[in-house]
């Protein structure tokens, strides 16, 4: 990868106020109007949704629509609304989109790897992802050391003369632990490695990442951008022409682009994404902090709370908390605590209306020793919150109800 010196700058507010208009537009307006335009054909305000698997040529070698469709597997016009709409949000020319989350992340190893390359990617990385790189491309020849990348030093210790892609996710699911993006993004640079980031949890919308020297943004659009639990999705955003080029072959290739009906979901999703974000950080801050007081609670994670040990670094390069937080209780009452839940869900999901919670030791990270979740911080007494857009004070009272009845459960114990 050569280097960039295309880094803009990181500031982007949630909304601009004030009576003079704003220079641009605001993501709030982009999230509405990026790359979408009412339909020339009908008026329609809305992108039809073009549910077809094929397109007529009038001429050999010629297309109906400019934009040169062909066949669904390769490009559709709804998805490429989504697509036009998600770069236009991430302030970059590129974003193809994808059937899930996964199929964007093998998509871009497919297309940056080959045998004898080898990746640093955190340690406290999604599952799939980590079943990814070391169960699935370690028989293509691909290595991986997973890592703690908090630590930007072991970092830049553990590049390789073969190292040929940095992947880092923040916070990462589900200890919250920050890590920084523009140490990580120098050494990438200094390294001549590519810098990818999953922004899953925060989005552009919180979290700009291409300002800190990363090269491929992945989301998995299943949570917040689309936001409502109705689709599963997946979207890589990058400035590079030529590795656009080469992930769109990709796609193309292995058959894994967003349906027309979903990119149409998620592309009404993304119209409220900036305001959803607002009242997901705004709520779960306000819970953080509540819970953060309750004696019954041992500890709280969030990345912009003063207590957190990520706080200096989120504050730089987030511009809210984000709808996630963690917290530990005691690990005998996480099943009543679980069981008197009356509003919050237990569920694996995240980024949607609905409050979900997930006790990650026996959901999500399963799947690892005791020893291994231990180190990593997944205690057998944490709890993995997704803040829903229900009143706050309503998401605090069913939490306070069911801490009381764990509680006392646990003191009759
Ligand atoms: C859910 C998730 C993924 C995978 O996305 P799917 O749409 O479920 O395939 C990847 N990264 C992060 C951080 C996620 O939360």
Redesign the pocket.
């Known amino acids: 990868m050569t280097n960039h010196n295309t880094q803009k700058p990181c500031a982007i507010p949630f909304t601009q106020s004030g009576s003079s208009p704003p220079a641009s537009p605001t993501l709030q307006t982009l999230a509405i109007h990026a790359g979408q335009g009412p339909d020339p054909a009908t008026g329609s305000i809305l992108t039809p949704i073009h549910q077809t698997a094929t397109f007529a040529q009038p001429e050999l070698g010629e297309t109906t629509s400019p934009d040169g469709h062909t066949y669904s597997r390769c490009s559709n016009p709804t998805v490429s609304a989504l697509e036009a709409n998600l770069a236009g949000l991430e302030g970059v020319p590129h974003a193809l989109a994808f059937k ?6 093998t998509n871009l190893l497919f297309t940056v790897l080959q045998a004898g390359d080898h990746v640093i990617a955190g340690e406290v ?2 599952g ?2 980590v079943r990814l790189l070391r169960d699935l491309f370690v028989r293509f020849g691909v290595s991986c050391t997973f890592l703690d990348v908090t630590d930007a030093s072991a970092v830049a210790g553990a590049i390789q003369a073969n190292t040929r892609l940095l992947f880092v ?1 923040t916070p990462a ?1 589900p200890t919250l632990a920050v890590c920084d993006l523009s140490a990580l993004g120098n050494i990438a640079r200094e390294n001549g490695v590519l810098f990818a980031v ?1 922004n ?2 925060l989005t552009s919308v919180i979290q700009p990442v291409f300002c800190h020297g990363a090269h491929v943004a ?1 989301l ?4 917040y951008v689309e936001g409502h639990d109705s689709t ?3 979207a890589l955003l990058t400035d590079h022409p030529e590795l656009f080029d080469r992930l769109q072959l990709t796609r193309s290739a292995t058959g894994s682009i967003q349906a027309p009906f979903d990119a149409w979901l998620t592309l009404r999703g993304l119209k409220t994404l900036p305001l959803r974000l607002k009242q997901h950080s705004d709520s779960a801050r306000f819970l953080a902090e509540q819970l953060l007081e309750d004696s019954r609670v041992k500890a709280v994670h969030y990345p912009t709370l003063p207590s957190d040990p990520g706080h200096r670094v989120a504050r730089r390069q987030q511009n809210a908390g984000g709808g996630i937080l963690s917290f530990e209780l005691d690990s005998k009452a996480v099943r009543p605590f679980l069981s008197a839940l009356k509003l919050t869900t237990l569920a694996e ?3 949607a209306v609905e409050t979900l919670i997930t006790h990650p030791a026996t959901m999500t990270h399963a799947q690892l020793s005791v020893a291994e979740r231990s180190r990593l911080g997944i205690a057998p007494g944490l709890l993995r919150l997704s803040v829903g857009l229900e009143d706050p004070a309503d998401i605090l009272a069913d939490l306070q109800t069911a801490l009381e009845a764990s509680h006392i459960l646990e003191v009759q114990a």
């Open positions: 899930t989350g996964l199929a964007a992340i990385s999604y799939g992802t996710e699911n999953d899953t949890f992945i998995s659009t299943t949570k599963t999705g997946g999901n995240l980024g």
